[in-house]
Structure formats: structure tokens, C-alpha cells
């Protein structure tokens, strides 16, 4: 761990480059406001740590703390706009503002952000026009706020830079351990978290990611299916009474990696897609039998979204030949029956009750 000046160490950098998971979509860091808070710069600001990975020497992997260095990076870009063309001195520094902290050489900028974060960043940087939809991200509207204040509050950029001196942050480097794993840990609980992306890039790592790429194209219709099909496939693999949306990416790596102790990669996944193609059966009632379609229909009619972990587990056991379709469609209308009841007594009836009885229909026949 090295304790560092957060502009000092971006000065000194080529290269920043971040994960596949990491994006620009959570709260940034509005560094004007901290200047309020000493405005005689007499102290140090410490702004916690930020996990890094070393590439070359001046090239490094932002495993954590993207937010700081990005908003850092927009303080820098507004200064800049707020007083080009404003005398020599200042164009002056402008450029040396630029070279040293935003781009690396020529065009080419020193931060690598992913997909539509870069592509924003990029027009950001560069004085391109933006959609209305861009401008709604928390980038701009994090740079928005820095015009506001520099041009309003008529704040000093040799005043903002002492103010930027004084804040540090503790490098920690992340030789040993995985940098999708020590991600996951420390932003697990922060909501806006990625739990999809961390699965892309665990699959991309083990050589899966083709196969999930066309589960995800070929049976997730609306952008929240895959989801709701992990949600309730791991809520009977692990016997989770609730499932919290944090656990998606920790429950996707357990069940991989402890299938993958009796069968192969490819199968694990195999054995997912068909799940998956059974899931969007039921989401979108796609049967040939006329009585299990009726019997789909009335259940989603009567709101039974919470009872298709269950009934997923079941199909599963139909779809392999291990129950006829006379018992599956009874355990499909009793469910309903269930519902029925629940929608006119207005009371939340505990369903595992009912989930002993149909596993008892199972069993006797």
C-alpha cells in the first residue's frame, strides 16, 4: 500500500485501464464540495483506498475507484472549458492540463472506459454534441455541476489545484487475487452493481461465454428475463426462503464450479440453456399441449409469479421423462387452485405448505 496525491499519481500514469464489469453509472465524486470544508487547503484530504493492478510501469488496471479518478478527470475537462479562450496564460494552460492529465498522446485518451461510458467520455473530452439521453448520465451531469460552481462560485483554477494537491488516496495493489472477485466483494451491496456482467466475465474467463452469450439472444426476450430465470432456478438449487439480487453472481459461481466437479464446462452450460429454454416456456406460455397452456394461462392470470421457482423444478423433472404429463399438469392446477384462494381471502397463504403436498403427489405417483 503507498499512500499517494490522486492527481500526482494520474500525472504520472500512461495508461488506466478498467475491468469488463466497472461502469460509470453510480455516484460520483463532486470534488468542488470538499473545498468548502477547508478553504484555507491546511490539511489533507484522504479519500480512501483505490485497488489497482500493474501492468507495465506507468500502466494500470482501476480494479476499484474508477468514480474517483473519472470525477477527478471531469473536474479537470471543466476547468478547462470554464476559462479557454480567456487570455494566452490560460490557453497555455489549458494544453498542459490536458496533456498531462487527460490524454496520453496526440487524440489518445489516458483513461480506457468501457462501451457507451467511453464513447460519452470521448465526446466529453473532445467538445461533441450530445443526445439528450447522454446528457442524463451521471458523467455529464456530474460536469454540469463543476461549470455551475467554478462559473457561479467565480472559484480560482490555481485554487482549485491547491485544493486538489491536498487530496490523497492509498494505492493498493492486487497481484495475488482475482480482480472480479475483490470488485464483487467490495461493491456487493451497492444495488447499482452489474451482477449479469460480473457472470459475462466469469464465463469469458472460463471459455463459456458463447454458449451464455446465445442462451441470453435466444430466450431472453425482454432485458430483465435472465434475471428472473436465475432469480428462481437458484432459488431450488440452493433452497433460498428468499432470494436478495446481490447473491446472483456468488450463487451463478457456486452452482458452476460444483457442477463442474462431475461434469464437464460445456455441459454445466448445456444443462443452464435448457433450463433457460424451459423458463421462457412458461414466461411466454409457449405449448402445444392446449391443457398445460390453459393451465400456464390461469396462473399467470392469478399472479403466480413466485410460485415459478417451484414449478421450474418440476418441469425440469417432466421435460427429462421423470413424471408423466397427468401428474405435471395436476401439480399445474392444484398451484392455481392455490392462487385462486389466495387472490379472494386477500391473506398471503404460505405456499411451502402447499409445495409439501404436491411433492407428495410426486412421490406416491
Known amino acids: 500500500m503507498e499512500v499517494v496525491n490522486l492527481l500526482s499519481f494520474l500525472n504520472s500514469v500512461s495508461d488506466l485501464y478498467t475491468l469488463d464489469i466497472a461502469r460509470c453509472d453510480r455516484e460520483l465524486v463532486n470534488f468542488l464540495d470538499l473545498m468548502t470544508e477547508d478553504e484555507q487547503f491546511t490539511r489533507s484530504i484522504d479519500l480512501g483506498m483505490i485497488y489497482i493492478h500493474q501492468k507495465t510501469l506507468e500502466q494500470y488496471t482501476i480494479v476499484d475507484g474508477l468514480s474517483r479518478i473519472v470525477s477527478l478527470l471531469l473536474l479537470l475537462h471543466a476547468i478547462c472549458e470554464c476559462y479557454k479562450k480567456t487570455s494566452p496564460r490560460n490557453d497555455k494552460a489549458i494544453k498542459t492540463i490536458r496533456t498531462k492529465y487527460i490524454f496520453r498522446s496526440g487524440s489518445k485518451l489516458k483513461l480506457h472506459l468501457q462501451e457507451e461510458d467511453a464513447d460519452l467520455f470521448t465526446k466529453i473530452v473532445n467538445g461533441e454534441k450530445l443526445s439528450g439521453h447522454e446528457k442524463s448520465k451521471p458523467m455529464f451531469l456530474l460536469l454540469h455541476k463543476f461549470w455551475l460552481q467554478i462559473k457561479e462560485e467565480k472559484l480560482q483554477a490555481a485554487n482549485i489545484f491547491k485544493m486538489l494537491q491536498k ?105 443452464i440453456k435448457r433450463s433457460a429454454m424451459l423458463y421462457h416456456n412458461m414466461l411466454y406460455v409457449n405449448f402445444n399441449n392446449e391443457e398445460i397452456k390453459q393451465a400456464f394461462i390461469n396462473i399467470k392470470r392469478h399472479n403466480g409469479a413466485d410460485t415459478y421457482a417451484y414449478i421450474l423444478n418440476v418441469y425440469e423433472d417432466f421435460y427429462a421423462g421423470n413424471i408423466s404429463e397427468s401428474i405435471f399438469l395436476e401439480i399445474l392446477n392444484t398451484i392455481d387452485e392455490y392462487l385462486i384462494n389466495r387472490q379472494n381471502s386477500g391473506k398471503n397463504i404460505d405456499f411451502n405448505e402447499l409445495v409439501q403436498y404436491l411433492n407428495a403427489i410426486i412421490s406416491f405417483k
Do not use: A, P
Open 167 to 271: 487530496i490523497d488516496v492509498t494505492l493498493v495493489e492486487t497481484d495475488e487475487v482475482s480482480q472480479r472477485d475483490l470488485y464483487y466483494k467490495l461493491n456487493k451491496n451497492n444495488r447499482t452493481i452489474n451482477q449479469i456482467s460480473l457472470i459475462d466475465n466469469y464465463l469469458k474467463e472460463v471459455g463459456m461465454l458463447q454458449i451464455w452469450e446465445s442462451l441470453k439472444h435466444t430466450y431472453c426476450v425482454e432485458k430483465n428475463d435472465i434475471e428472473l430465470f436465475l432469480k428462481d432456478f437458484f432459488i431450488t438449487k440452493f433452497n433460498y426462503k428468499k432470494f436478495k439480487e446481490d447473491r446472483l453472481y456468488n450463487s451463478f459461481v457456486n452452482y458452476f464450479e460444483t457442477m463442474m466437479q462431475y461434469m464437464s464446462e460445456d455441459t454445466v452450460m448445456e444443462n
